[in-house]
């Protein structure tokens, strides 16, 4: 069995993704933050963001050893977060919250047929 080349985007998509769930996991760690966010929409929001973290981790590592399923994972991340913000959140912004899963989203289905 050949090994598979990951292709430079999945790589950058991997990187970024796993940047921006160190930066938010270390946000939902500040204290003054999380007492804001508790304050401002409950703690369904603090679960939310917690579950879209550990979602986007999973989706991420998917990608990153070539996987389908990290597809899928980006895709029910879209739309969790839509339902999430019509039912619950509608004070938040729906679109800075989802654009960069639905760029991963896109990139994945640009390399599907090279996904195992």
Do not use: H
């Not at 999945?10 to 938010?24: A, D, E, M, Q, R």
């Amino acid at each position: 069995m050949e090994k598979q080349n990951r292709p430079l985007l999945i790589t950058l998509v991997c990187l970024i993704n796993f940047i921006i769930i160190l930066i938010t996991s270390f946000y939902l760690a500040n204290a003054p933050v999380r007492d804001s966010l508790l304050k401002n929409f409950g703690w369904k929001y603090i679960l939310y963001v917690a579950m879209g973290i550990i979602f986007s981790l999973s989706a991420s590592l998917g990608y990153w050893y070539m996987k389908r399923w990290g597809v899928y994972i980006f895709l029910a991340i879209i739309l969790i977060s839509i339902g999430m913000n019509v039912f619950l959140f509608p004070k938040v912004e729906l679109i800075p919250c989802i654009f960069p899963q639905i760029i991963y989203f896109f990139i994945g289905l640009k390399y599907y047929r090279s996904l195992s």
